[in-house]
């Protein structure tokens, strides 16, 4: 019982650490707090939905058409909304606020397209054929998810370290001016940086669609409220931080839930949240203070 | 007057709700003007909202002591949260602010046998009426006009633009900033108990994230240079769904977009478009070129 | 009349100012020197508030400043100008002033009474044109504190400094961005203020400046004082003169 918990709780986590990442790398990089995050990853539930009953193309397929809708998303959010109020200088709240507008156009919009209704995945596009792990049984999704979040993870882990674009963004993190006098296209990696931040919250989307079979126009904003407890908790724009705050989060939520309750479910994060706010703002591994030019 | 009738009989809810959506106007605009980015006025709404209907609905209270109840209460629930949380800088307090009124939602849709949960309350004595609302909005815009021309207007527009030299001037801008947004809080919570005694049901849904996003749209579009702008912005974003017809399923999108397009091409708000164009057309009766 | 009695300052592993060691007395104007990064600016963030010290003690005329909130502070009769011009740019000239005379007659309970008008008002616009015209910013009174020349702009962030009331005026780095001629004038007013009573301290880069107006300098090396004393023997001490080693040595030797 204890074991089926644990893999619940490294499942649940691992999508609220991908979901966590694509928020925190577009803070860490764009300096930008996009509120619109979790509008692209109902998208993304939404795109693969959509494959998998209109296009009637296996899951990974699904899973392919919502990286390319939400990577346009992020490339459109930087277009129109980050890229102009970058050139004006226009002060923090501003991108703040457009991106609350955005989300809500495009719930609006989903919920006019879609309806209301909570939507699910035709029964047989589910793998839910149980595997024996260690003693545990757990459906083959289940085992997809969390082997797709890690893998996602540590190659997103490698990247930033390793590979030129990941030492560019981390580069245009620290300073955009001096990447820019290095030569570094500080302009189109904050596009590509969007991208990438939209990819990783329509992946979390899907996986989260797959994991409740529930695709309802507002799931997103529980979502963007969770995903800003766990950037918070692991401290902001550290992509450390957004791992191990998205499992914290995860093992919290599921514990709890085994133990109080599932009403009080959502008010973890919150809890969490507002603790953390009072207690240590800049969170556990946070930048604290403003980065330079 | 049988016009008049027939008038209110249709659109007294309407003419209402542009009442007490400007008094919520205003309670961001308080909060807009001294540079907070606060999200809570939502949860304030219901909590004044709530506070009130349980009042005249299972206390029998009389309407104008539970209206004050309920502003009072929300008042308290901010002056509670405010300190701590208006330390936090700019995005975290929005942040914060957004987590407090989602923890507010929460605790309603829990407290069931309070609050009857997600079924609301129904059967709301229907005790505010045209003059009651009226009064309230002149009331709370004279009150904030004669503040907006006063020192303390003065010293909420330097906090605004540069809170550490504000505070280096002598300025206590804690004090301010607290001030500001249990007032907000204050006029939120007035408006939600208003609200709930002309809208006859309440539920939590509608102190949520999207009513939120209307409150801070109504905000930014009215810009923060003057409490008429709030009121403005309140007016606009009630009536203009709805005048253009069958748009009222619409209005998130609406909002949503007004929020994009403002910040994009008119980040002061509408107010200031409309004195920059009185401006030019004085300019131009003058003679000056402009 | 100010002290600093072992200020260290530290942020996380670092250590931004050691062991400082400051007694500043009452009259003439001093200085405070060192290369970039020393901690000058820290200082003055420290001495009003912005910032906390590690250990140590911060005392003004006798009282604990330390661990007071800013505002408090500068009801106390501390004022200063910062190395960015901090003016509130949508402002005229004469409402920068009048924000800075709302802090000496206790906050915002009184604001929120007082309305507008009455004598109170007049008595505080008068004193802004008073000061205005004394800064040579007289027929600026409405410009925006945007559209005011740089030069502009500094005079003004010295007049509103000194609307409020201080004892103590910190200066940071105030002929940055001068002319030979804007220097001189500049000199000249801080020495008419400090003749009319007022305790002044600057941090300043231009060593002729330094040298000229100040009866006593101390030097910050790495977050440490190294020396301190009259502008001659300063200027002498081979600390000093190792710390800004080739830099502004040539500068230094300038009357």
């Known amino acids: 019982m204890l074991a089926q918990q644990f893999l619940n709780a490294v499942s649940l986590g691992g999508v609220y650490a991908l979901f966590a990442l694509g928020f925190t790398l577009v803070f860490g990089v764009v300096n930008v707090i996009n509120l619109a995050h979790g509008a692209v990853f109902m998208i993304g539930a939404y795109a693969a939905l959509e494959a998998v009953l209109l296009l009637r193309v296996p899951l990974l397929a699904a899973m392919a058409a919502a990286v390319g809708v939400t990577a346009c998303a992020g490339w459109l959010l930087d277009r129109f909304i980050f890229a102009p109020l970058r050139a004006r200088r226009a002060p923090h709240l501003a991108p703040m606020i457009a991106t609350i507008g955005a989300a809500t156009c495009l719930t609006s919009l989903a919920e006019g397209y879609f309806g209301a209704e909570n939507l699910r995945f035709p029964a047989q596009t589910l793998p839910v054929e149980t595997v024996s792990l260690a003693g545990v049984s757990i459906t083959e999704l289940e085992l997809g998810i969390i082997l797709l979040a890690l893998a996602l993870m540590a190659l997103l882990l490698w990247g930033l370290k390793q590979s030129r674009l990941g030492r560019a963004l981390r580069a245009v993190a620290e300073s955009p001016r001096a990447a820019a006098l290095l030569g570094v296209d500080v302009e189109g990696l904050f596009r590509a940086t969007s991208v990438l931040g939209a990819v990783l919250g329509g992946l979390a989307g899907v996986l989260i669609a797959l994991y409740s079979n529930s695709v309802f126009p507002h799931m997103g904003q529980p979502m963007l409220h969770k995903g800003i407890a766990v950037v918070i908790l692991g401290g902001m724009g550290d992509v450390r931080g957004a791992l191990l705050g998205g499992f914290f989060l995860g093992f919290a939520e599921v514990f709890s839930v085994a133990y109080i309750g599932s009403t009080m479910r959502d008010a973890v994060a919150f809890g969490l949240l507002f603790a953390i706010l009072l207690l240590r703002p800049q969170g556990l591994f946070g930048r604290a203070a403003q980065r330079r030019a | ?290 | 009349m100010l002290r600093l009695a072992s200020v260290c300052l530290h942020f996380g592993g670092l250590r931004v100012l050691e062991d400082v060691n400051l007694e500043i007395p009452e009259r003439g104007i001093f200085g405070l020197i060192g290369p970039n990064g020393a901690g000058k600016t820290t200082i003055f963030n420290l001495i009003t508030g912005l910032l906390a010290p590690s250990a140590g003690a911060v005392e003004f005329f006798g009282e604990r400043l330390d661990g007071q909130p800013p505002h408090r502070i500068v009801r106390r009769g501390i004022a200063r100008t910062f190395q960015n011009i901090r003016l509130f740019r949508d402002m005229s000239a004469r409402e920068n002033l009048l924000v800075a005379m709302g802090g000496e007659s206790g906050g915002i309970a009184r604001a929120l009474l007082a309305g507008r008008g009455r004598d109170g008002e007049a008595r505080r616009r008068a004193r802004a044109e008073e000061l205005l015209a004394r800064v040579r910013l007289g027929d600026k009174a409405e410009t925006a504190a945007s559209a005011l020349s740089y030069g502009e702009q500094r005079r003004l962030e010295l007049a509103r400094a000194l609307a409020t009331g201080p004892r103590l005026l910190l200066l940071d780095e105030p002929a940055a961005g001068m002319n030979a001629g804007e220097k001189r004038e500049l000199m000249s007013e801080i020495v008419k203020l400090e003749e009319s009573g007022l305790n002044i301290m600057i941090i300043e880069h231009d060593m002729g400046f330094i040298m000229n107006l100040c009866r006593e300098i101390a030097v910050l090396n790495f977050g440490r004082i190294i020396a301190r004393g009259a502008p001659a023997e300063v200027r002498a001490d081979p600390q000093v003169i190792e710390a800004y080693l080739g830099r502004d040595e040539e500068s230094a030797a300038k009357p």
């Not at chain 2, 949380?85 to 700019?90: A, F, I």
């Not at chain 2, 007032?183 to 102190?207: C, D, K, Q, R, W």
Request: aromatic residues 8%; hydrophobic residues 60%; contains cysteine.
């Open chain 2, 1 to 290: 007057m049988e016009w008049l009738e027939t008038f209110w009989a249709t659109y007294s809810t309407l003419a209402l709700s542009v009442g007490t959506n400007i008094l919520l106007a205003l309670s961001i605009y308080l909060t807009l003007a001294c540079g907070l980015l606060t999200v809570a006025n939502a949860a304030f709404m219901g909590i004044g909202a709530y506070t009130a209907a349980l009042l005249t609905l299972n206390a029998g209270a009389p309407f104008g002591a539970a209206v004050l109840a309920g502003a009072l209460l929300a008042a308290a629930a901010a002056l509670a949260i405010g300190r701590p949380t208006l330390r936090l800088s700019g995005v975290y307090l929005a942040m914060a602010t957004l987590a407090f009124g989602e923890v507010v939602r929460i605790l309603i849709l829990n407290a069931e046998d309070l609050t009857g949960g997600a079924l609301g309350l129904n059967g709301i004595p229907q005790l505010a009426g045209a003059v009651h609302v009226l009064v309230a909005v002149a009331a709370a815009l004279a009150i904030l006009l004669r503040l907006a021309h006063s020192r303390f207007g003065r010293a909420i527009a330097a906090i605004r633009q540069d809170e550490i030299a504000a505070e280096l001037l002598g300025l206590d801008v804690g004090a301010y900033k607290l001030f500001c947004f249990v007032a907000g809080a204050a006029l939120a919570g007035l408006a939600g108990a208003l609200n709930a005694h002309f809208t006859f049901f309440i539920g939590p849904s509608e102190f949520g994230f999207e009513r939120a996003v209307e409150i801070l749209a109504m905000g930014v579009l009215g810009g923060v240079a003057s409490p008429w702008g709030a009121a403005l912005g309140a007016a606009l974003i009630t009536l203009l769904p709805e005048m253009l017809r069958g748009l009222g399923h619409y209005r998130p999108l609406i909002n949503g977009l007004i929020l994009i397009l403002i910040i994009l091409y008119s980040p002061n708000g509408l107010w200031d478009l409309v004195r920059a164009a009185a401006r030019r057309a004085r300019a131009a009766r003058a003679g000056t070129p402009c």
